[in-house]
């Protein structure tokens, strides 16, 4: 498994207040390319710091976090930023589209920001869209879309880049039921195509029927760690295909 | 009201803002200086003078007398005409040191350095029933030889202790400086023993004497004329030779400090508004910032009143500390200016009036305090839930169409979303253009104000056209000595024939000479002057020497003038008119055929005007008109090795006005401060916007905005406004100069060219246009950096 290792994360520790008990202890976890890997844990376990090291977002105190082979962790802020746009999508609970630009602008940005040609982009963004059955919604404003559909566009915005990694905080925390299981199909059909993925959910309903692995942790430390499943067979019926 | 929790939730809010109460107390402290100095030069310009006058006993009239046409008792009489309050004298006078008359005055030896043309007045003692004359420094005039000076004769540079040599009269007499003294009235340059005037009377020179009037009128020139036209009727006929009224005295005095007086305004009232705006703005932006927190303390019992205390209090804390500081700044600045008109005065030191360091902070605070009251109010009148619900709501889309339209322009994607920002919050972005604009503007009045300045101080010493004077050293009292570049005339030696011819000689063989022409510079009596006038005589054609015309036209012949404003003001004459003046011995009509620029009391004219009278007058210098691209200093050092050690070439452009330098100076000042002042206000409006989409910056970054692309987008926010701002402050500055300029001037008594004026050129004003945006992107530049620097994670934990 280390051999084919997307993320490394070794010793990691990260305190938030010098002296007070830190959000993440001395974690050590291997991601393989084309995981799908569920992070659990009750409130305040250090589940969502753990996924924002992974993603460049946060700095660790202790310990090394190399992600598609580059330690990330020692990274300027430019560099980490390239790093994101280029290898790490985020999905947010709350989605954080930006409501000021529509549909379509708010999936190109992170093509924008590195800098792909205008044409290239905008092909990409629609096959996304029409992908993920928003096309229709391209000129709409996220404030007009139900939840469901809104983190459809925040997945479309984090595939923009050809990511090696989908980063997910609590995809499903703000929709209703029958939206989340159909962002969890969705998040099933991208690992079935060789994304992968890193889900934080405190839903087990989620993590048990969308991913193969599940990573507990408690009070910043791995409880427990169900490791890769015996079958690793793809589901027969991919519904999404989306081209790396 | 129950003050504790009022007063934690202040020093909550300041703690927590503290980049926005430094930005006020820093805002607040440079207006209110600014408004300190205005109020101190304004209150100060007229008052040292009326107060003055009024302790001393200033003489409204100085009547200049011919003794032999009345008789004592005849001068006594007229002090008791019913206009008249009050009469002293008569008081033997003459002038000496006129180059026509070929007595020097010169400091030290008869070699010595030559000095002014000098009024003398014979005084026994310094005090009397009018003009009460001020020793400075020194003792009065006690015996024969001594000599007392007025203080700002030769500019102050001759000391007590100075000895003068009067050259060209028997016995050459020597004076020694025992004292230096103030007359409000400027009766004389210098005072000695009565009885010395008659030995000091340069021979030919008929005798003349002073009388000083008070009267019950005597407010307004036009009822100095008839005091005037009162006196003249009492007296026998050709009594009385020359009159100076009080008024122009104190046009002349008053205007050292006048003339800063209009500008300071200006920048003063430019930042009174700045500051207004920039503490409404900080205040406006706390209350929406803070919805959810007046919400929460709504919720726990604050009442509406305890609310807009909070809040206003949160502008005017800082705002106190600011007006406190500003006093003092502003009382620092203005000294410097007030000292020496203090001095001038003889009544000690000159500070600023207690009433303005009291009631410009009072002022300034109740201006921040309604500034800061009206948008707290909006935050005291709100209800809990209505308050907590507007914090929580999400933001409408306010400029979307503008992110869609920028968004198709080929700009890379950071530029064309800072540049949509504006739209959102178009309240705020008004603030930012405000705020940039009026600092530009200011940048642009200093602009126009340092261009005009500097073609005023060209067009005194004509150092752009005379670029070379050429003296005797026996003018200049040592082989290799400079003369101070003052006024013409100071040095009252004349060339010889074959001094001239030398001179001319080497001016011809120089190929860089593009113009040359000789010059005299006498002291003329002029009809109705209590004083001579200096004039200035060029032989040949002189047109080249480029005084600034104001109105008319340059000489065409003899018995052709030039004059300033300020000599139009004392004769009561115009362009067009016939003045007559008396020049060895005789009486010459001239006519005023243009009115040129300067400042002091002269008068240019035709060689042949004077010379028909004296056909033995000499030139004092040679002006010099050098092709364009000659290196002056090179020119200068063929000269002197040309000329020899008996003559000095000297530089105009060395000259300089130090009333001048002192106004560019403050202008220089004024004008950084203002645009600081703009560029915080810029910089607190983008610390409140990156404060309130610090969430979107933690989104951007999460997917892939580098710290460079966030500053960029930051920056843009504040490059359209800024650049909108420049548009509109270049008109704004250049109406604000074309305005303020002539009243500066008219303070000085004269008008100005309209080439002074008008002195924007086109890249000039499209370079100016630009500093809106430079103000802009100064003041983002900083809270760019800190929000770029901001971990992406703690960006997106942001409400």
């Known amino acids: 498994m280390t051999e084919d290792a997307l993320i490394r994360v070794t010793e990691v520790t990260k305190r938030y207040q010098s002296g007070g008990r830190p959000a993440v202890d001395g974690v050590s976890l291997t991601v393989a390319a084309g995981e799908a890997v569920a992070v659990m844990g009750p409130s305040g376990s250090g589940k969502s710091t753990l996924l924002n090291l992974i993603a460049g977002l946060d700095r660790p105190d202790e310990g090394s976090i190399i992600v598609a082979g580059r330690r990330i962790d020692t990274l300027s802020e430019t560099g980490v930023a390239r790093f994101r746009r280029a290898q790490a999508g985020m999905i947010f609970q709350f989605f954080n589209l930006l409501d000021d630009l529509t549909v379509l602008d708010n999936v190109l940005l992170p093509a924008q920001l590195a800098g792909v040609r205008r044409a290239a982009a905008r092909a990409r963004a629609q096959e996304l869209l029409d992908a993920l059955r928003i096309g229709q919604h391209r000129d709409a404003y996220p404030g007009r879309l139900s939840g469901g559909e809104r983190q459809r566009v925040a997945i479309a915005r984090a595939l923009m880049n050809r990511p090696a990694l989908l980063l997910a905080d609590e995809p499903t925390g703000a929709v209703d039921t029958a939206a989340g299981e159909e962002i969890g199909e969705l998040l099933l059909d991208l690992n079935a195509s060789g994304q992968t993925l890193v889900v934080v959910t405190h839903n087990p309903a989620l993590a048990g029927r969308y991913t193969r692995r599940v990573v507990r942790l408690m009070d910043g430390r791995i409880s427990s760690d169900t490791g890769r499943q015996a079958d690793d067979t793809v589901a027969d019926s991919a519904r999404v295909q989306v081209q790396p | ?799």
Request: positive net charge; aromatic residues 6%; glycine residues 12%.
């Open chain 2, 1 to 799: 009201m129950n003050a504790a929790p009022v007063a934690r939730a202040v020093v909550g809010g300041l703690t927590r803002r503290r980049v926005q109460t430094v930005v006020i107390g820093l805002v607040v402290l440079i207006s209110t200086a600014a408004a300190v100095l205005a109020a101190a030069l304004l209150a100060e310009s007229s008052a040292p003078f009326d107060h003055a006058f009024s302790a001393r006993h200033g003489a409204h009239l100085l009547v200049v007398v011919d003794p032999a046409k009345a008789s004592a008792a005849q001068l006594a009489a007229s002090a008791r005409l019913p206009r008249v309050t009050a009469a002293a004298g008569p008081f033997a006078a003459t002038t000496i040191g006129a180059a026509c008359s070929r007595v020097t005055v010169r400091l030290g030896g008869p070699d010595g350095i030559g000095l002014e043309p000098m009024t003398l007045a014979g005084r026994a003692s310094p005090g009397g029933p009018i003009d009460d004359v001020v020793l400075l420094s020194g003792h009065w005039v006690r015996r024969p030889g001594q000599v007392v000076l007025q203080y700002d004769y030769m500019s102050g540079n001759v000391p007590v202790g100075s000895t003068l040599t009067v050259t060209g009269l028997p016995g050459t007499p020597r004076l020694k400086v025992v004292g230096i003294a103030a007359s409000i009235t400027r009766s004389a340059d210098a005072w000695v023993l009565p009885a010395e005037i008659g030995k000091l009377r340069p021979p030919g020179t008929p005798a003349s004497a002073q009388m000083l009037y008070r009267f019950r009128d005597a407010g307004t020139t036009a009822a100095v004329r008839g005091d005037i036209a009162t006196l003249t009727a009492a007296l026998p006929a050709g009594t009385v030779t020359g009159a100076q009224s009080y008024l122009t005295v104190k046009a002349k005095d008053v205007s050292r400090v006048g003339a800063y007086v209009p500008f300071v305004v200006a920048f003063g009232v430019i930042g009174l508004v700045l500051s207004a705006l920039i503490v409404a703005n900080v205040v406006s932006g706390a209350v929406v910032a803070g919805y959810s927190r007046i919400g929460i303390l709504k919720s726990i019992g604050f009442t509406p009143g305890q609310i807009i205390v909070a809040y206003t209090s949160q502008g005017l804390v800082p705002a106190a500390a600011g007006c406190l500081a500003g006093v003092l700044a502003g009382d620092g600045l203005a000294r410097p200016l007030l000292a020496k008109a203090a001095f001038s005065y003889g009544i000690g030191v000159l500070g600023v009036p207690a009433w303005v360091d009291a009631t410009v902070p009072v002022a300034m605070c109740c201006l921040t305090g309604v500034a800061a009251l009206l948008p707290a109010q909006l935050g005291g009148r709100l209800s809990a839930v209505a308050a907590i619900a507007a914090g929580r709501a999400p933001r409408a889309g306010r400029g979307c169409a503008a992110h869609r339209m920028l968004s198709r322009l080929p700009l890379p994607r950071p530029v064309t979303i800072g540049l949509a920002g504006p739209f959102a919050r178009p309240a705020r972005a008004a603030v930012t253009l405000a705020a940039a604009g009026l600092g530009a503007a200011a940048v642009t009045f200093a602009v126009g104000l340092n261009t005009s300045l500097n073609l005023v101080q060209d067009g005194i010493h004509l150092s752009k056209t005379v670029q070379v004077r050429i003296f005797s050293v026996a003018a200049c009292g040592a082989a290799g000595a400079e003369p101070m570049l003052g006024p013409p005339g100071s040095l009252g030696q004349g060339l010889t024939v074959r001094q001239q011819n030398a001179i001319e000689a080497v001016i011809r063989a120089q190929p860089q000479t593009l113009h040359s022409a000789a010059e005299a510079d006498v002291q003329v009596n002029v009809d109705g002057l209590a004083k001579p006038v200096l004039v200035t005589a060029y032989r040949g054609d002189a047109a080249w020497t480029g005084y600034p015309m104001i109105s008319g036209q340059w000489y065409t012949g003899p018995g052709q003038v030039e004059v300033p404003a300020r000599f139009l003001t004392a004769t009561d004459t115009a362009v067009g008119d016939t003045v007559t003046i008396s020049f060895a011995g005789r009486q010459i009509a001239v006519r005023i055929v243009g009115e040129i620029f300067s400042s002091d009391l002269v008068m240019i004219t035709d060689w042949r005007t004077l010379a028909n009278a004296d056909p033995g007058l000499d030139p004092d210098q040679y002006a010099v008109g050098l092709r364009t691209g000659t290196s002056l200093t090179a020119y200068r050092s063929v000269l002197r090795s040309k000329l020899g050690p008996g003559f000095v070439p000297i530089l105009s452009a060395l000259g300089v006005i130090t009333q001048i330098l002192s106004l560019l100076a403050l202008i220089g000042s004024l004008t950084l401060l203002l645009a600081i002042t703009a560029a915080l206000g810029v910089l607190n409006t983008v610390v409140m916007q990156t404060r309130e989409r610090l969430h979107d910056l933690g989104v951007f970054k999460a997917i892939g905005m580098t710290p460079r692309q966030a500053i960029t987008m930051i920056v843009c926010w504040v490059a359209g406004p800024g650049l909108a701002a420049g548009a509109l402050a270049v008109p704004a500055g250049i109406a604000l100069h074309r305005y303020v300029l002539p009243v500066m001037f008219d303070a000085l008594g004269t008008a100005l060219p309209v080439s002074f004026v008008n002195v924007y050129g086109s890249w000039e004003i499209i370079g100016l246009a630009l500093a809106g945006l430079v103000i802009a992107v100064a003041g983002a530049l900083l809270p760019a950096g800190w929000a770029a620097r901001t971990a992406a994670a703690s960006a997106l934990r942001a409400e």
